[in-house]
């Protein structure tokens, strides 16, 4: 098989492609969550949240967030493990499902979650019963009648119901329904979930072809990375990019398109900048999300967006919705490359759309 040669700026063109994130606008909604595979539905709302984020970057003005919202209540899209995914792609995931907690030999700590689910046998029955008796239900409604309470030096200690309905989406017996309100609901899998079953090693298969398809290009190899693989293993076709070590994966229908750029501002959870490692390979941009860090730590900002114009990751956006206040408040700009007069016009003008989508006054600061 041919080893394609790429600079970085084809491997680049390539992951922008594929993200949907050049010129060729996507049509709607299920469009992009079908080729992105998927899309991280957290609820941090610093801007707004995640997905919605994700598919006005894509989709622009066309999009509502009610529109996730429905398709999630009325399953149209449905959500695994933090991530909204098309329905049909949940036939992938239940072989894997059924072989929780996974195929032998098991790890101590597979083990260890298969021990403490069966001495709480009785509470998983209970759940499992009080779902089927009534429509979807939030955790809360739930009853805890463990036996073994759950221990971890984290915040998930005690929380009896809430790991147990966890362990019970991996095992495929429940699944995410909507929400009412923040709270998520929880109904039996059955209910929800397609009946097909694809075999687990075609499945596996299939969906590191789906993966590369919706990243463009990534590593055969890429460390252990929670809640979705960063590596595709055997699909495409094999590449190296110029001027960066190691092997890489492509798929082969991206090459040789046309590349036509625009700016876009992006979730620190989207796609394209998830796997931080690939982004500083291929892109040369340095990012962390900084939530989590101390204020005193922060170097750009708690939310980030980065910036990216054509191929290239430019710089960050500092800011927050202060909705009670009705305003979009930049807090910086910081230009990674210096900013050409028509990249600083470009960039303006998706601050001030981003604005306008979320209804709120723009109140901008200087450029950093």
Same mark, same amino acid.
């Given at each position: 098989?041919?080893?394609?040669?790429?600079?970085? %700026?084809?491997?680049?063109?390539?992951?922008?492609?594929?993200?949907?994130?050049?010129?060729? /606008?996507?049509?709607? @909604?299920?469009?992009?969550?079908?080729?992105? $595979?998927?899309?991280?539905?957290?609820?941090?709302?610093?801007?707004?949240?995640?997905?919605?984020?994700?598919?006005?970057? /894509?989709? *622009?003005?066309?999009?509502?967030?009610?529109?996730?919202?429905?398709?999630?209540?009325?399953?149209?899209?449905?959500?695994?493990?933090?991530?909204?995914?098309?329905?049909?792609?949940?036939?992938?995931?239940?072989? !894997?499902?059924?072989?929780w907690p996974g195929r032998p030999p098991l790890r !101590?700590?597979?083990?260890?979650?298969?021990?403490?689910?069966?001495?709480? =046998?009785?509470?998983?029955?209970?759940?499992?019963?009080?779902?089927?008796?009534?429509?979807?239900?939030?955790?809360?409604?739930?009853?805890?009648?463990?036996?073994? +309470?759950?221990?971890?030096?984290?915040?998930?200690?005690?929380?009896?119901?809430?790991?147990?309905?966890?362990?019970?989406?991996?095992?495929?017996?429940?699944?995410?329904?909507?929400?009412?309100?923040?709270? /998520?609901?929880?109904?039996l899998a059955e209910r929800i979930y397609p009946d097909?079953?694809?075999?687990?090693?075609?499945? @596996?298969?299939?969906?590191?072809?789906?993966?590369?398809?919706?990243?463009?290009?990534?590593? &055969?190899? #890429?460390?252990?990375?929670?809640? &979705? +693989? =960063?590596?595709?293993?055997?699909?495409?076709e094999p590449a190296v990019v110029e001027g960066v070590? *190691?092997?890489?994966?492509?798929?082969?229908?991206?090459?040789?398109?046309?590349?036509?750029?625009? %700016? #876009?501002?992006?979730?620190?959870?989207?796609?394209?900048?998830?796997?931080? $490692?690939?982004?500083?390979?291929?892109?040369?941009?340095?990012?962390?999300?900084?939530?989590?860090?101390?204020?005193?730590?922060?170097?750009?900002?708690?939310?980030?967006?980065?910036?990216?114009?054509?191929?290239?990751?430019?710089?960050?956006?500092?800011?927050?919705?202060?909705?009670?206040?009705?305003?979009?408040?930049? =807090?910086?700009?910081?230009?990674?490359?210096?900013? %050409?007069?028509?990249?600083?016009?470009?960039?303006?003008?998706?601050? !001030?759309?981003?604005?306008?989508?979320?209804?709120?006054?723009?109140?901008?600061?200087?450029?950093?």
């Amino acid at each position: 098989m041919t080893v394609h040669t790429l600079s970085r %700026t084809d491997a680049r063109r390539l992951a922008v492609r594929a993200q949907l994130l050049d010129a060729h /606008r996507p049509i709607g @909604m299920f469009e992009v969550v079908g080729q992105l $595979t998927l899309v991280q539905n957290d609820l941090t709302a610093a801007v707004a949240p995640s997905a919605d984020l994700v598919l006005w970057s /894509r989709l *622009g003005f066309s999009y509502s967030p009610g529109q996730l919202r429905d398709a999630l209540d009325e399953q149209t899209l449905l959500e695994l493990h933090g991530f909204i995914r098309p329905p049909g792609d949940l036939a992938l995931y239940r072989a !894997e499902m059924a072989d929780w907690p996974g195929r032998p030999p098991l790890r !101590e700590w597979q083990e260890d979650l298969q021990d403490w689910v069966a001495a709480n =046998n009785g509470c998983r029955l209970d759940i499992l019963a009080r779902l089927r008796a009534d429509e979807p239900l939030i955790s809360r409604e739930l009853p805890d009648t463990c036996v073994v +309470p759950w221990r971890s030096s984290g915040w998930t200690n005690n929380r009896n119901v809430t790991k147990l309905l966890d362990l019970l989406v991996q095992r495929g017996e429940v699944a995410a329904a909507g929400r009412r309100g923040a709270d /998520r609901l929880w109904d039996l899998a059955e209910r929800i979930y397609p009946d097909e079953v694809v075999p687990h090693d075609e499945a @596996m298969r299939i969906r590191n072809e789906r993966r590369l398809r919706a990243l463009g290009i990534a590593r &055969e190899r #890429a460390p252990v990375c929670p809640g &979705e +693989p =960063n590596d595709v293993r055997t699909a495409g076709e094999p590449a190296v990019v110029e001027g960066v070590k *190691g092997r890489w994966r492509i798929d082969p229908e991206l090459l040789d398109q046309a590349f036509k750029a625009r %700016t #876009a501002l992006l979730s620190p959870l989207d796609r394209l900048v998830f796997d931080r $490692t690939r982004i500083a390979e291929l892109f040369e941009f340095d990012y962390q999300l900084e939530m989590y860090k101390p204020p005193a730590k922060r170097r750009w900002g708690y939310w980030a967006m980065p910036i990216l114009h054509g191929d290239r990751l430019v710089g960050k956006l500092d800011a927050t919705a202060d909705r009670r206040a009705g305003v979009l408040r930049v =807090n910086a700009l910081y230009q990674d490359v210096p900013f %050409t007069p028509a990249m600083t016009t470009a960039v303006r003008r998706e601050i !001030e759309d981003l604005a306008a989508w979320l209804r709120l006054a723009l109140v901008p600061t200087s450029t950093r």
